[in-house]
């Protein structure tokens, strides 16, 4: 009985963190400059930059590299220059 009460807690703990740590596969594509992008696994895009694989402190589970980029960083300002 214990062992099936705490399957029933511990799993949908697993699903959760496994859902928030989910990943995409991309495949190999070439860009509109011409390079070639061999096919890679990134996480799966949302609203933070603070769970990325390339954010400090984490560390890529593929490659083992740890993150350098600084996710409260602010963006480079860019002028909007329209085209006419």
């Known amino acids: 009985m214990k062992l ?10 697993i699903a959760v963190g496994a859902s928030a740590q989910s990943s995409v596969a991309v495949r ?8 070639y992008v061999q096919p890679h696994v990134r996480t799966a895009p949302n609203e933070t930059k603070v769970d990325n694989w390339s954010s400090r402190p ?5 490659t083992g590299k740890a993150g350098t980029a600084d996710p409260y960083a602010p963006k480079p300002y860019k002028p909007y220059t329209p085209k006419y």
């Open 58 to 62: 984490n560390v890529n589970p593929y």
């Open 28 to 35: 190999g594509h070439t860009t509109r400059e011409g390079v």
């Open 4 to 13: 099936i009460l705490c399957s029933a807690l511990l799993l949908p703990t």
